[in-house]
T-cell receptor
Framework: AQSVTQPDIHITVSEGASLELRCNYSYGATPYLFWYVQSPGQGLQLLLKYFSGDTLVQGIKGFEAEFKRSQSSFNLRKPSVHWSDAAEYFCAVAASTNAGKSTFGDGTTLTVKP | DVKVTQSSRYLVKRTGEKVFLECVQDMDHENMFWYRQDPGLGLRLIYFSYDVKMKEKGDIPEGYSVSREKKERFSLILESASTNQTSMYLC????????????FGPGTRLTVT
């Protein structure tokens, strides 16, 4: 069965600082990996996705993520955080063998200090 | 852009009422999902549909049913609402083939009193 772990429940960074959110997954074959962002009271928005090719993927809002098969990780990064990035971030994994259903991590809440 | 809409942003219902939550997507996606989101519990899948009139139970289907009569519309039904069904309900859709990314609606905050 597929699973996702986001080790950090809450992260606080200063505006302008770099950001890395961790995600570890468990799945036997090559997974489909995603990062989503959720602002308070809103639905989730897709930031980026990986399913093949270059292991460094670029997303919207200046985010990027790197797939590392050896570490079963798909960490999200941003070089300089803006106050508007404060939100909850979810990592997810999907598989073609599971009818495309995704398993979501429990989320990481990002607070941005001025 | 893919658009997923949900019929209500906020809903207040009484215990025992029958509640309908509607979701519509405009991208001809085969897959549609209903989740509930509660603090500390993450997103939990209630039901999944991969085609018209086809459905599959998710992780927490008890107390819920669904209907998918048209490809673009997926309804979640609470037959007899209870206070423990107070939650944020999120609908999503995704294509059958491809990378399986999901597109979410804005959510319905349901309160059952």
């Amino acid at each position: 069965a597929q699973s996702v772990t986001q080790p950090d429940i809450h992260i606080t960074v200063s505006e302008g600082a770099s950001l890395e959110l961790r995600c570890n997954y468990s799945y036997g074959a090559t997974p489909y990996l995603f990062w989503y962002v959720q602002s308070p009271g809103q639905g989730l928005q897709l930031l980026l996705k990986y399913f093949s090719g270059d292991t460094l993927v670029q997303g919207i809002k200046g985010f990027e993520a790197e797939f590392k098969r050896s570490q079963s990780s798909f960490n999200l990064r941003k070089p300089s955080v803006h106050w508007s990035d404060a939100a909850e971030y979810f990592c997810a994994v999907a598989a073609s063998t599971n009818a495309g259903k995704s398993t979501f991590g429990d989320g990481t809440t990002l607070t941005v200090k001025p | 852009d893919v658009k997923v809409t949900q019929s209500s942003r906020y809903l207040v219902k009484r215990t025992g009422e029958k509640v309908f939550l509607e979701c519509v997507q405009d991208m001809d996606h085969e897959n549609m999902f209903w989740y509930r989101q509660d603090p500390g519990l993450g997103l939990r899948l209630i039901y999944f549909s991969y085609d018209v009139k086809m459905k599959e139970k998710g992780d927490i289907p008890e107390g819920y049913s669904v209907s998918r009569e048209k490809k673009e519309r997926f309804s979640l039904i609470l037959e007899s609402a209870s206070t423990n069904q107070t939650s944020m309900y999120l609908c999503a859709s995704s294509p059958l083939l491809g990378a399986y990314e999901q597109y979410f609606g804005p959510g319905t905050r349901l309160t059952v009193t």
